[in-house]
């Protein structure tokens, strides 16, 4: 309930918007943070991945994990 009430304030925008800044500790914590709350959204997994979708978060995701793997 606690996820589905942050996620209906609209959490997941700032928080993909914050995937783009240079400090990799607050890209952990975003990561992190956003991981937590698709672990936890249970049946409305699939609406959290469209949200993060729409504000390009999948593809910050993608070149975030990917430089972490390479440095």
């Known amino acids: 309930m606690q996820v589905a009430y942050v996620v209906g304030q609209g959490v997941i925008r700032p928080l993909c918007n914050l995937l783009g800044v240079k400090?990799?500790?607050?890209?952990?914590?975003?990561?992190?943070?956003?991981?937590n709350i698709l672990k936890l959204a249970d049946e409305e997994v699939e609406t959290v991945c469209t949200m993060i979708e729409e504000c390009g978060g999948e593809l910050l995701w993608i070149i975030v994990t990917?430089?972490?793997?390479?440095?």
Do not use: C, M
């Open 23 to 35: 400090d990799t500790q607050v890209i952990q914590v975003v990561l992190d943070g956003l991981h």
């Open 66 to 71: 990917k430089h972490q793997q390479y440095s």
